[in-house]
Structure formats: C-alpha cells, structure tokens
C-alpha cells in the first residue's frame, strides 16, 4: 500500500494533469484500474486515522499526529492470521507536535501492528529529507548524515519484500515525498521554483515506486501480490499544475474537491481489469473491510466501523455491497483559534452538502462555486433533504471532545 504524501489527482496524467511525467503510475493504471471518486480526509493525521481503523474521525478523532493507541487496526488482524507486517516512511501518529502535553501518548507503529518498520516522526521529529531523523523496530531515533530520506525507505521496503518473498504479506508505504519544504532532489537539476521542484519531487516517487515494482517482478511474485498507489490529501495549496487544460492550486486543508478528492490506483495480475476506470464512491476507511476480506477475515464486532469493503471492484465484478455517500467530520487541530469549530460534509455521487448548510451539484461544480442552499427547485430540494438525513445520522462529536462514545 503506497501512500503518497499531498499528492492530489489533478498532478497525474490518468486524472487530466498535464504539467507532470509519472510513467511508471501512468504504466500501473494501464495495467490496472483508477477509482475517480476516491475520498480522503484534507490533511495528513486525520487520513491516517480513517485508514488504519476503518472509522470516521467523528468516532476516535483525538489530536493532530496522534491516533488513540486503544483504536484497533487492520495491520493488527493481518499480523494476527499469519501476514508479516512492515512500514517505512512517513507516521506521524505517535506525538503531537500541535499539544506538547500529549507528547509520545498516540500510536505506535509496533502497536498498531507493525512487525518491521523504518519511520520518520515517531518518538522524534526531525528533518524529513537530508540527514533525516529516522527510528527503526531495532534502532532508536537517529540523524543519517549525508543521507536522503526517500531513499533510505525505499531501500527499507525493497528489503522487506525481498526478505519476505515466500510468505504472505503486507507492506505498508507512506512516502514522505509530495510534502514540503519543496526541494530538488539527488540527480535533478537545482531550482528555486515551487512548480519545479513540486515535479521533480514526484518525478522522484514515482521512479521510487518503479523500485518496488521492479523488485517484485524479479523475485517473481508479481502476479501474485496487490499494488494500491493513493494519496493521502490534496496537494498544498502553493502548487499550481495544468489540469484539463487550465491551471489549478492543490487544496490541501479545504474541504472542497481539490482538498478530499484522492488518486487512488490498484493493479493486481489476473483481477483488475486493464486500463479500467471505477466511477463509484470510495473512502479511506473502505481499506479497512476490503483487506481483512482479501486475507479471508471477518470484520471486528466490538465497534461501529465505517468502511465498505471494495474488493469485488478491485475484481472488476461490482457484486458487492455498494458506497451510496461519503461523511467527513474535520477538525485536525481542536480548541485552536485558527478553526473554531469542526467542519462536516455529506457527499453522494451527484450532490455535496455541508454542515453549514452550503449545498453543491459535485458534477457540474467540482469548484464549487454555485451554491445551491436557497434553491427552491423540486429535485435540488429533495436531494438536500436526502443529504440533511444522512449528516444528521453521524455523532456530532468524537468521544474525547464530548461526543457520546459511538
């Protein structure tokens, strides 16, 4: 599972981007399917949250670079029935940076089920990309000099594929690239250009990811292995890229479409249909129920989870149960003046509502830009009622800032 970190869809070619070359996921959607309406979370901790536990953040939301280590993961129940488990990236789920008080008082990867792991953002902070600060399951946090952070992770994820070739197993990778501070990395020609460096910046992931695939197919186990490629918000909002013809600005930290809108793209030899595109609804809470299926689990009853499996879309069959809306509930940094209050949203295939009441036609209005809240039209009427209903469903608070314990 790659994880790429303030990638949005509008920078890749399948989604329309037209500023940037990514060949090897350019190859990987040929060969696979890309879900156009996949749904993420606007920044980085809360997508985190909604992947490893499979629920809303309205459910166990607690600070931003944290998850409550008492939230159950999915990487638990893998380890659990027989799979080797490692990480190597980004974390960002273990200390809060934003609470000082809560300091090294979230998740651990080793808790949530990581057997093997090279991380950034553990216990430690520290710089992402030269002489990164980095923590290991057998080393403590620890500045590799003359180092580059990419690097030493892909390195890491190859050697965990290698090493564990004849076992079942589940890799996850957070790249750390796509996220300022904007650079040039080893091998590109030096810039100062935001526009530039964001290029060669994903250039470099996307030739990471080429490592990876390139390293299953010589071990031979290509065919059989699933290979999903997301990203975990928008882009920032500093990036300009030329998408469908015009120029747009990532929107990372909004709730629009260019902030919840993910590229989300899976190949998997002998399941996915080749070239294929999935128009349905997706959420990242959906990995939860799809990869415990996958392993033959069956999902946890202790909680209310959120997810919908979506491996029969990843079969290409669409047999199974279908995503009819997507919730969000946003508030990455609570009690925090900057936003005083959580933001929430109901999203269906045609129609986007917010908590507030803003209402938008998604198709025609991906900008959003005429709202429709006022409108006294029959059809818009009825499908912002159907919205209001579905929001009204949801806590309006998680548990450890005074919402009832769902």
């Not at 415990?292 to 202790?302: F, K």
């Amino acid at each position: 599972m790659i994880l790429a970190d303030d990638i949005g869809p509008e920078t890749l070619s399948v989604y329309g981007g037209q500023s940037y070359s990514t060949p090897v996921l350019d190859a990987m959607a040929a060969k696979g399917v890309t879900f156009l309406n996949a749904y993420s979370m606007p920044s980085c901790t809360p997508t985190r949250v909604h992947f490893l536990s499979g629920r809303s953040n309205v459910r166990n939301y607690v600070y931003f670079s944290c998850m409550d280590p008492n939230e159950r993961t999915f990487v638990q129940d893998l380890k659990n029935a027989g799979y080797r488990t490692g990480a190597a990236g980004k974390w960002q789920l273990r200390r809060s940076q934003v609470y000082p008080e809560f300091y090294q008082q979230g998740l651990h990867p080793t808790d949530a089920g990581f057997e093997e792991w090279c991380l950034w953002q553990v216990d430690e902070s520290g710089e992402r990309y030269f002489d990164p600060l980095i923590e290991t399951h057998q080393a403590p946090p620890t500045v590799r000099v003359g180092e580059y952070g990419p690097d030493i992770f892909n390195a890491f994820a190859i050697d965990f594929i290698e090493n564990h070739k004849s076992e079942p197993f589940f890799l996850y990778y957070p790249m750390v690239l796509g996220h300022g501070p904007f650079h040039t990395p080893p091998g590109r020609t030096p810039s100062s250009n935001i526009h530039i460096n964001f290029g060669n910046m994903l250039s470099y992931a996307d030739q990471l990811i080429g490592n990876l695939a390139m390293k299953l197919e010589q071990l031979g186990i290509a065919d059989n292995t699933l290979v999903i490629f997301a990203g975990d918000n928008g882009t920032s909002q500093r990036v300009p890229s030329k998408w469908n013809g015009h120029y747009v600005y990532g929107g990372k930290g909004a709730t629009s479409q260019f902030g919840l809108h993910a590229p989300l793209i899976a190949y998997w030899p002998n399941n996915t249909s080749p070239g294929s595109y999935d128009s349905d609804l997706l959420e990242f809470t959906d990995f939860y129920p799809t990869f415990l299926e996958m392993a033959g689990l069956d999902m946890p009853r202790d909680k209310i989870y959120d997810g919908i499996s979506f491996l029969d879309r990843l079969k290409g069959t669409n047999s199974g149960k279908s995503r009819k809306h997507v919730y969000g509930w946003f508030w990455p940094k609570p009690d925090k003046v900057a936003q005083p209050a959580p933001r929430t949203w109901i999203v269906t295939d045609e129609w986007k509502l917010y908590g507030t009441g803003q209402f938008f036609h998604s198709v025609t209005d991906r900008l959003e830009r005429r709202n429709l809240q006022f409108s006294a039209n029959p059809i818009v009427v009825a499908a912002r009622n159907h919205c209001q209903a579905l929001l009204d469903g949801y806590p309006s608070m998680p548990p450890a800032w005074g919402g009832l314990d769902p």
